[in-house]
């Protein structure tokens, strides 16, 4: 066709009755029909023929897009990229792209163009409108930021798990638990998460597989994913504890939703709202609680023990001083000795219960001195052979440099020898002791749940491997009559006699055990500057006797006879009184040296610590010893004597007796 014949723009002229032109006709009305924009535009872009739809496509009516450029309705970054294609095009091939279009109104919509040059004067392009898809995908993408933004804002942890295979919901509990650990792990969450599992930033915590949080090994979390289950894929409010990176305790409560489709669990989403510093306090608080109700049970043990302590103990010197005073008058074949050695083994543990009851009611007088633990555990390693048995291995692990503490000697060994006693019986078929000491300093941060002060310990540390206990026998350990042995095997005495030395003594006790691994005891005393004292000379195998004079004051006739009797006995020149008046009319009347006053401290009218006080007023040369079963803080504060008061307790042999009164006078 020459120019001068060529068509006028828009029109597609085939008007003779030619079956090519029926054709091109037929193609026409397909141009004119079809629901998609068809444009033609020649070489210098003019628009030649405009579909009504690519009217419509880009708000103009199609007369006005005959009279149109394609730079009208391209942006200028597209018309440059069509510049680049007319290569490509004149070539014969075709393009197939998204492009942007400005509309009559100046908004943007999008299409797909074909576009394709029919000769070497004209580009068609059929184009496919994609702007409500693209409208759809910026509303998702907006949709994905907001929740990006949520996720990411939210102080709660939130998190996605995915299935690396999908689980049957026709599954039994069991199945579908086991395979949630093997296929699951995390693939998305939020800082907030992160940071309270104690990592920086969620990165760390992508890919980590299901039992990194929840453990296979764990009843309480095989519980909660059983629940999860069971309530039909949703679970609320739901509390777990799990561990941070660093093995802390970490306390939450979740929510947790599943994915499922088509019977077929596909991923799951949960949140975490960290309520550890709520828990702790909560924790702490009924700690408290429990404590103060051991000390209402501590207290009422103490009023008993003392109430009987006394009068008992009494009962018992009277007992042994005579048992004894009468072994000795014996002769070496007699068959009375063996019933005399009866009923002084049964003298002795009577004297032992009530001792223990009041270690625990935290009654009993404590003589403490600046200690190095290290020197106990070394005397203790002694005699522990024949207290455990040979099936039983024993390590000891002393620091060299360890602190010294303030305690009773005496009263440590005691708490080493209940604990050993406990191991053994936790080891029937042997195991492994250990005896360990240590320096320690505990600040805010290593001291977690624990209401004990923060500074400098010193820690007696006592382990074995064996039996282990559970939580309820943990908590119920340390009360008095409280035992897991037979009637025959134990009176529940020996660790609630550990608990109360070690309080008394103002130190800590903490326990751990786990069934069928065994049990350990952390004892912590404060740690002092004062050096320790030095060692005593033992004194001799032989009951030791004297000449001086003693004033004995005691107001029950039974114990004052028997004591005085042992005392003429050794040689010493006695005056006895039944009340502390008797004893200062005497004072006032023997006008020689009164070496030592010898008196109980309980006492009708006139106690001890009152009438010692007078005595050295009289006679000042006086040195006092004080006898008691149950001082009840006359002559101590909370049962700890000063260092300048000598003490002796009921009931006591004559050995102790004679033992002690040398003891003082000669130092």
Not at 146 to 165: D, N, V
Not at 224 to 239: H, R, V
């Amino acid at each position: 066709m020459t120019e001068a014949a060529k068509p006028d723009r828009g029109t597609l002229d085939f008007s003779d009755e030619s079956p090519v032109s029926r054709t091109m006709n037929n193609f026409k009305r397909i141009f004119e029909i079809a629901p998609n924009p068809i444009l033609i535009a020649d070489k210098k872009g003019n628009y030649f023929y405009a579909n009504q739809a690519a009217g419509d496509f880009l708000g103009y009516s199609v007369d006005e897009l005959l009279s149109m450029n394609v730079a009208k309705v391209l942006r200028p970054d597209d018309l440059e990229r069509l510049k680049s294609l007319t290569e490509k095009l004149y070539a014969g091939e075709g393009d197939r792209g998204t492009w942007e279009y400005v509309r009559k109104n100046g908004t943007i919509v999008w299409g797909e163009s074909h576009l394709r040059m029919i000769d070497e004067n004209f580009c068609v392009a059929f184009i496919y409108d994609l702007s409500e898809s693209k409208r759809a995908q910026e509303k998702i993408r907006e949709s994905e930021e907001r929740y990006r933004a949520f996720i990411q804002q939210s102080s709660e942890g939130i998190w996605r798990l995915e299935l690396e295979l999908p689980i049957s919901t026709y599954r039994p509990v069991t199945e579908q638990i086991e395979l949630l650990y093997r296929n699951g792990y995390v693939a998305e969450c939020n800082d907030a998460m992160a940071r309270q599992f104690g990592y920086s930033n969620a990165a760390d915590l992508v890919g980590k597989r299901l039992d990194y949080f929840l453990k296979q090994d764990n009843d309480e979390h095989q519980t909660y994913l059983k629940a999860f289950i069971e309530s039909g894929y949703y679970l609320i409010n739901k509390e777990t504890t799990e561990k941070d990176k660093n093995g802390r305790s970490k306390y939450f409560i979740n929510n947790l939703l599943g994915n499922v489709e088509n019977r077929k669990l596909l991923r799951l989403w949960g949140t975490k709202q960290d309520i550890t510093a709520a828990k702790e306090t909560e924790i702490a608080y009924l700690e408290s609680e429990e404590k103060q109700r051991q000390s209402g049970k501590v207290e009422a043990i103490g009023r008993l023990a003392g109430g009987v302590a006394h009068d008992f103990n009494n009962f018992l010197a009277v007992i042994m001083l005579h048992v004894d005073m009468l072994k000795l008058q014996l002769p070496a074949d007699s068959p009375l000795r063996f019933r005399i050695d009866e009923i002084k083994s049964v003298t002795d543990s009577a004297a032992t219960m009530v001792r223990q009851l009041l270690a625990f009611g935290r009654k009993q007088t404590l003589q403490p001195n600046p200690v190095v633990l290290n020197k106990v555990v070394n005397e203790f390693r002694k005699i522990i052979g024949s207290l455990i048995g040979e099936d039983i291995e024993i390590e000891v692990d002393l620091d060299p440099d360890l602190g010294v503490c303030f305690v009773d000697q005496h009263q440590i060994t005691q708490v080493l020898m209940n604990l050993a006693v406990n191991a053994r019986d936790a080891m029937p078929d042997g195991g492994k002791l250990v005896i360990a000491t240590s320096n320690i300093d505990l600040d805010r941060y290593s001291k977690k749940l624990r209401t004990q002060p923060t500074g400098s310990y010193v820690q007696l540390y006592v382990a074995d491997n064996g039996i282990g206990m559970d939580k309820n026998t943990r908590h119920r350990i340390f009360e008095p009559f409280f035992t897991t042995k037979e009637a025959s095997k134990g009176t529940g005495l020996g660790l609630a006699t550990v608990y109360g030395i070690v309080k008394q003594s103002n130190g800590f006790i903490w326990v751990e055990s786990t069934p069928n691994e065994g049990t350990s005891f952390a004892i912590q005393f404060p740690r002092i500057d004062t050096p320790p004292e030095q060692s005593i000379a033992e004194t001799a195998a032989k009951i030791p006797s004297g000449h001086e004079t003693i004033l004995l004051v005691e107001d029950e006739d039974q114990i004052r006879r028997a004591a005085v009797e042992v005392l003429n006995v050794l040689g010493y020149e006695v005056f006895e009184a039944s009340s502390g008046m008797q004893a200062l009319q005497l004072a006032k009347l023997y006008q020689h040296p009164i070496h030592l006053l010898l008196t109980d401290v309980i006492m009708p009218r006139m106690n001890g610590r009152e009438l010692a006080e007078k005595i050295k007023e009289i006679h000042p040369e006086t040195t006092v010893l004080y006898m008691s079963g149950y001082t009840d803080d006359i002559i101590s504060k909370h049962g700890v004597l000063d260092e300048d008061v000598h003490f002796l307790s009921k009931p006591f042999t004559p050995s102790i007796l004679a033992t002690k009164i040398r003891e003082i006078l000669e130092s």
